[in-house]
T-cell receptor, first 112, second 115 residues
């Protein structure tokens, strides 16, 4: 079974700092990896989707990378803002089964 | 742009009661699924559907039923609620018959408490 781990579980940074969130997975046979943002009491908002054939995806201040062979993905957030405060989840879709496997998330707090 | 709509947003049930969580999407997506989110465990798949009339079990299906009579709707039924079913439930949809290379869209969630 695919296991997805996100480290750290919580992160607090001052505004303006660049930061990296980490996601690791045990089965490298994946179709894609998706990063989500979840605000307290809210649903999941898709941030970036990386196909298995891609190395990275960018959207604004966000950049996600994928290294299938090592089972890792990183989400880079540039020039962090208080509005970036949320929980960030990564999820992978493997060849077997028909579901996403989720990590438990990194709770990010950006201090003004 | 409604996307994926879940109702209700909050619900309190007594043990043994039954209820249906509603999920509707207006994007003509073939694939729909239900997840539950529990502290420290991440989201886990309950049931999914690859199209109208077709459903299958996910990782944690016990105590739940689903049906898919239309493309738009995918209700989740709790047959006899138990305290272990206290959780936040998310419905998701995706184009195509699987999640292979397509983006998933999630609803806002239903927070269920069973007392």
């Amino acid at each position: 079974k695919q296991e997805v781990t996100q480290i750290p579980a919580a992160l607090s940074v001052p505004e303006g700092e660049n930061l990296v969130l980490n996601c690791s997975f045990t089965d490298s046979a994946i179709y894609n990896l998706q990063w989500f943002r979840q605000d307290p009491g809210k649903g999941l908002t898709s941030l970036l989707l990386i196909q298995s054939s891609q190395r990275e995806q960018t959207s604004g201040r966000l950049n996600a990378s994928l290294d299938k062979s090592s089972g890792r993905s990183t989400l880079y957030i540039a020039a962090s803002q208080p509005g970036d405060s949320a929980t960030y989840l990564c999820a992978v879709k493997t060849f077997s089964g028909n579901q996403f496997y989720f990590g438990t998330g990194t709770s990010l707090t950006v201090i003004p | 742009n409604a996307g994926v709509t879940q109702t209700p947003k909050f619900q309190v049930l007594k043990t043994g009661q039954s209820m249906t969580l509603q999920c509707a999407q207006d994007m003509n997506h073939e694939y729909m699924s239900w997840y539950r989110q529990d502290p420290g465990m991440g989201l886990r798949l309950i049931h999914y559907s690859v199209g109208a009339g077709i459903t299958d079990q996910g990782e944690v299906p016990n105590g739940y039923n689903v049906s898919r009579s239309t493309t738009e709707d995918f209700p989740l039924r709790l047959l006899s609620a138990a305290p272990s079913q206290t959780s936040v439930y998310f419905c998701a949809s995706s184009p195509g018959t699987g999640l292979r290379n397509t983006e998933a869209f999630f609803g806002q969630g239903t927070r269920l408490t069973v007392v």
